[in-house]
């Protein structure tokens, strides 16, 4: 069992009149079809001979129509169908194809599909999707270039991009200019703030075009427009988000369905028509630029673009300076609140030192000094930040999976504990008559469970004692216990402590005759769906995860003065059964089907072993010391590569209908073996509570990507994330292995936090004070923390030494434990670490 407490331990119209110039480009278009084999050089020849002469632009007979163009009717097209499909084809070649299975679906579609809930980062950007433009046209040689890079896609001389914690800043110097752009965002309202420099680097003087232009999509099937609004001088978009039910009218009535581009100086022009604005020249070379004007076009019902048109003289070394607000909005009366609030130098200014003091508020509680400043630097800035993003946006979502929004909650126990006490008594509200936690949280009235959501997951009430453990620890704030919840299901109000016994006892009962936990459709595993389907299929993860927050809970009973054995004895009995019927001889395996087939073990081909069962009997006792060790080399010989401990091995290559959507996923992707973040991050917490710092400590470098180049190419992002995923399944598809999936939702960051403060720096909270109990890689000899803890500051200093001990403000402490702490207070601590062996 652990030992970090001692006890326990978790998006033309060139009419007529310009058609005949181009017509003859695609006469042999027009030309009646050839009959099939007859498409010879003489055929070809022959058409083009024929383009010479005049063609008109549309023919019509009781056979076919033809037209002559592809430019000057572009969404001229014909239709084809049968009773299982239909094809929309454009004259240009673009096509919309149906089929029924038996609801409609596409079986070609857009680069990429948006999806309205998820980001997919991972997946490849494409000409048209959503961007923020600048062009920049020398109005005397006609070049262009675009800032910061999309789409023209021209050549720069210089190019950089700085991320800051609360500013993206770009410097691009091409053709004689240097672009600066700034964006960074207010704090209380849904709006962009860029701020673009433009100077001329040339000794003459220059005449420039500059170009912001924000393409804006479909933003409705059923009513969207664009038009440039003098009175706020802003590019102002309109649409109706579309729907279908009638109940839908009422709800969506008060949506932002407008988007504006504000500017502070007058453009010459604008355009608002994506089509017109691309033109025949493209997005990497839009008419709209290469226009001596823009046209001031308005899109009534088609794709909009925000894009304004300024024309300046700069001197050599003159600099202009743009602001532009984006955003969406409800009305007019909105954009031009916004426009007066934020839209001037100063209301850039005040909204930056704003946003700032925002973003930095939600500073973690440990600062490092190590061997590894690459490393220091992420845990002192960037993993407290995502951490802080978590816990304050809920990942933008009005319905949190219950175990995300739980887990996200650990981690701003380090960086915004009140954030964290808010999490706990909201939960509770929609804890179950039964005890159990729902699904997920929803976190105002009205708002519904849906997609996940509506999949029946057995694993959400366990989060609740892993949440208290590391609240209360960390906090000290036992007073939260005695707290009053009302849960809206019944209306009845208990305490914390009752709320919390209650999901525990839930969890106790939810066990087959075997003892062994169901699964229905899910524990922490989303696409493990169909293990327990039937309702038979039992979860050996969730059995010991279970075991685990039971004795957390065990544990936090006797530090409140009570008896928690019911939990402790509840907890064994699980250990046990799992260790009865799981224990494969080197590891745990996953579960049992519902026709009881053991999985995850050796006798599988693919899936042979899983993670998470390995972590949690670490965490909770369900492995002791022997087993622990067999776990720990069977988990570096399966799982462990270049880029982290893989989730399960080998990847599943097919379905098994037995276990689920999981083994539909692609190879080395997500849940299928991939590097999966959060999974690794439970794994090296175990371990560092198991003793095994050397290696908990190079898996959790492992989640970084850098500071080595070919490590940076490797997975594609910079360190200042972690990602849900790195691609995994390095062993069969060793090139794509490391890249990163680019998701920064993820509840990895609240663990790799904790694995920092508690594991590896080993300073955490327990009833009496703060346990100081370091796991530093034997490679470090040093390292200097400055911890916050209960309003305390701790100045702590670890070295190596032949006489291990620890001194708080001159005094030698017997234990680990440093007590009586004062809030206020700065505590000086030496640590004296054995020699590394
Ligand atoms: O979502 C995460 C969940 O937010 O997957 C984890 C789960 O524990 C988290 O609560 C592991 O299953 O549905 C799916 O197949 C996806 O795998 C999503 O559930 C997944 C997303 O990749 C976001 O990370």
Not at 295 to 305: F, H, L, T, V
Not at 476 to 496: C, F, H, I, M, R
Not at 564 to 574: I, N, W
Not at 619 to 645: M, N, S, W, Y
Request: charged residues 20%; contains cysteine.
């Amino acid at each position: 069992m652990s030992n970090y407490t001692g006890r326990v331990h978790d998006g033309h119209a060139n009419n007529g009149a310009a058609v005949a110039g181009k017509a003859h480009r695609v006469a042999a278009a027009a030309q009646p079809p050839v009959a099939a084999g007859a498409k010879s050089a003489t055929t070809r020849r022959a058409s083009s001979n024929q383009a010479a002469q005049q063609v008109k632009l549309v023919e019509l007979d009781n056979a076919h129509c033809s037209l002559s163009s592809p430019t000057a009717m572009p969404l001229a097209a014909g239709f084809l169908w049968n009773p299982r499909m239909m094809i929309h084809m454009t004259a240009r070649g673009y096509a919309t194809a149906q089929f029924m299975q038996p609801e409609p679906s596409k079986y070609a579609h857009a680069q990429i599909l948006e999806a309205k809930h998820f980001m997919l980062p991972e997946q490849r950007t494409y000409a048209h999707h959503p961007g923020r433009f600048f062009f920049v046209k020398d109005r005397d040689t006609g070049s262009i270039f675009s800032a910061p890079y999309e789409p023209t896609r021209a050549p720069l001389d210089s190019f950089s991009f700085d991320v800051s914690p609360s500013l993206i800043r770009w410097d691009i110097k091409a053709q004689g200019v240097r672009v600066d752009l700034r964006l960074t965002l207010p704090v209380d309202d849904a709006c962009e703030l860029w701020e673009a420099r433009i100077t001329n680097l040339s000794t003459a003087k220059k005449r420039l075009g500059f170009y912001p232009a924000f393409p804006l999509g479909l933003l409705s099937w059923m009513n969207q427009s664009a038009t440039y609004d003098r009175e706020l001088n802003a590019v102002v978009a309109d649409s109706i988000t579309a729907y279908q039910k009638t109940k839908d009218y009422f709800k969506n009535k008060d949506l932002k369905d407008k988007v504006f581009l504000l500017s502070e100086q007058h453009p010459e022009s604008y355009e608002t028509r994506q089509s017109a604005f691309e033109g025949e020249g493209g997005l990497h070379n839009p008419d709209a630029i290469t226009s001596e004007i823009m046209s001031g076009g308005d899109a009534s019902y088609e794709n909009p673009i925000a894009s304004l048109q300024f024309d300046h003289e700069l001197n050599a070394g003159e600099t202009t300076t743009h602001r532009f607000l984006f955003g969406p909005a409800f009305d007019k009366a909105e954009i031009k609140q916004l426009k007066d609030k934020y839209l001037s130098a100063s209301g850039f200014d005040k909204a930056q030192r704003n946003f700032e003091h925002y973003i930095t508020s939600g500073r973690g509680a440990v600062r490092m000094a190590s061997p590894d400043a690459h490393f220091d630097a992420f845990v002192n800035t960037w993993l407290p930040r995502q951490v802080y993003y978590h816990g304050d946006t809920n990942r933008l979502s009005t319905d949190p999976q219950t175990r995300n929004f739980l887990q996200d909650a650990i981690g701003t126990v380090f960086v915004a504990p009140e954030t964290s006490r808010k999490t706990l008594l909201k939960a509770l509200t929609q804890q179950h008559a039964n005890g159990a936690l729902p699904d997920g949280i929803t976190l105002y009235d009205g708002a519904e469970l849906k997609y996940i959501n509506t999949v029946p997951h057995v694993d959400h009430s366990l989060w609740l004692a892993l949440f208290l453990d590391a609240y209360l620890n960390e906090t000290g704030d036992y007073s939260v216990l005695d707290e009053l919840v009302e849960a809206k299901e019944d209306g009845k109000q208990l305490s914390v402590r009752d709320r919390a016994d209650k999901a525990m006892r839930y969890l106790i009962t939810a066990v087959d005759e075997r003892g062994l936990h169901y699964i229905l459709e899910g524990d922490w595993n989303d696409p493990m769906n169909m293990v327990g389907w039937k309702g038979k299929g039992v979860s050996a993860w969730m059995t010991l995860a279970t075991a685990y927050a039971l004795k957390l809970w065990a544990t936090l009973c006797e530090d409140d003065g009570r008896d928690g054995s019911e939990f402790s004895v509840a907890a064994d009995a699980m250990n046990k059964a799992v260790n009865t019927h799981v224990w494969d001889g080197d590891w745990f395996g996953r579960g049992i089907t519902d026709d009881g087939v053991v999985f995850g073990v050796k006798v599988d081909d693919e899936g042979k072993i899983y993670l998470n069962p390995q972590s949690f009997a670490i965490l909770g006792g369900g492995a002791d010391k022997e087993q622990t060790e067999r776990i720990v080399r069977a988990v570096e010989q399966h799982l462990e590569g270049p880029f982290g401990v893989e989730m399960l091995a080998p990847s599943y290559t097919h379905m098994r209908d037995d276990v689920g959507r999981l083994t539909q996923k692609y190879p080395g992707v997500a849940e299928n073996g991939s590097v999966y973040n959060h999974a690794a991050a439970f794994y090296i917490y175990a371990l560092f509570g198991a003793g095994y710092a050397d290696k908990a400590h190079s898996l959790l470098r492992r989640m970084l990507p850098g500071p080595d180049v070919s490590d940076y190419l490797a997975r594609g992002q910079l360190p200042i994330f972690v990602p849900n995923y790195y691609r995994g399944a390095h062993k069969t598809h060793p090139k794509a292995a490391g890249h990163s999936s680019h998701l920064f939702n993820t509840g990895t960051a609240a663990w790799m936090y904790r694995s920092v403060v508690e594991g590896l720096l080993g300073l955490r909270g327990c009833r009496a004070g703060l346990r100081v109990a370091p796991n530093l890689p034997s490679q470090w000899p040093s390292v200097r923390v400055t911890r916050q803890f209960r309003g305390a500051t701790f100045e702590v200093h670890v070295t190596r030494g032949a006489e291990p001990k620890l001194v708080c403000e001159g005094k030698v402490l017997s234990d680990s434990v440093i007590t009586d702490i004062q809030a206020g207070k700065t505590y000086r601590v030496e640590v004296v670490l054995p020699n590394a062996q």
